[in-house]
Structures are given as structure tokens and as C-alpha cells.
């Protein structure tokens, strides 16, 4: 669990008009968190299954044009699941070690803004690949706490 913040343009797409709504930089922030669940074959060689969640929300003055000051609400979750393989090296006998995980899934996408008394809502999904390069420290034989 952890705080996050997304980069890149947000609504790059929209009119000169709505200059100032497309810098959403307080909806940039968000709280993530994630568990996965290894299982390795050999000392070094393994698979396992990732789940990592993304949410935000904000609410924000913006000055439309021929409207003036407004409050706009946005929320936003994004969800990943989908499986990896991974490999690992020891530091130390069984205690500590490196470890890089590459795998691919399922994301889900959903956006929901409110502006005056009118709201929205997009919802999607596509297909994800990621990789990691972690820590983890090994509590017992088959229990490890790590970071990422």
C-alpha cells in the first residue's frame, strides 16, 4: 500500500477553451496497493499471480467560459490482475534476496466526473504487461515481506 501519483497529459485532447480544466494535477495523486503470490519450482525459477489497485479522487475550482467558477468532482479506479513469471537471487543463505517478476493481465478503468448537475462515467478495460525489480526478506521457507 502506498501513495502514487500518474504521469503524463491528462484530456490532452480537449478544446483551447477548456485550457484550465486539462491540468488536473490534484487528480494526479492517488493511494495504491497490491499483493501478489509466489510460487518458485526451483530456488530461482518461479510463477505467481498479481493484483495491484490504483484510486483517486479530487474536487477542484475551474473557471469555464460563459459559465464561470465551478466545482468539478472526479474519482477514479484502476485495477490490474494477471499472472508473471519470476526469478530470484539470493544475497544471503536463504534470508535475502533479489527478485524480477514480467508477467501480463487484465486492466479495468473507471472514471466518474461530476460537473455542475450533469455527470459521466467511462468504464474500460484492456490487456497489460508490466515488469518489477524488488527486495524481499525471507520470514520463513515458504513467507517473504518485500519491497518493490
Request: with cysteine; proline share 1%.
Amino acid at each position: 500500500m502506498g501513495y502514487g501519483h500518474r504521469l503524463g497529459a491528462i484530456y490532452r485532447y480537449m478544446s483551447s477553451e477548456f485550457s484550465e480544466f486539462k491540468d488536473m494535477s490534484k487528480h494526479r495523486s492517488n493511494v495504491s496497493f497490491g499483493t501478489d503470490f509466489s510460487y518458485y519450482l526451483k530456488q530461482n525459477i518461479g510463477f505467481g499471480i498479481k493484483y495491484n489497485g490504483i484510486y483517486t479522487s479530487s474536487v477542484a475550482d475551474y473557471r469555464f467560459p460563459y459559465v464561470g467558477a465551478v466545482k468539478v468532482f472526479q474519482k477514479t479506479d484502476i485495477h490490474y490482475i494477471g499472472p508473471f513469471i519470476g526469478a530470484r537471487y539470493f544475497l544471503t543463505q536463504n534470508r535475502y534476496c533479489i527478485f524480477a517478476n514480467f508477467g501480463g493481465g487484465y486492466v479495468r478503468f473507471r472514471d466518474k466526473i461530476s460537473i455542475l448537475d450533469e455527470s459521466a462515467k467511462v468504464i474500460g478495460n484492456t490487456a497489460a504487461f508490466f515488469g518489477e525489480i524488488g527486495f524481499d526478506f525471507l520470514v520463513t521457507k515458504y513467507l517473504a515481506i518485500g519491497s518493490k
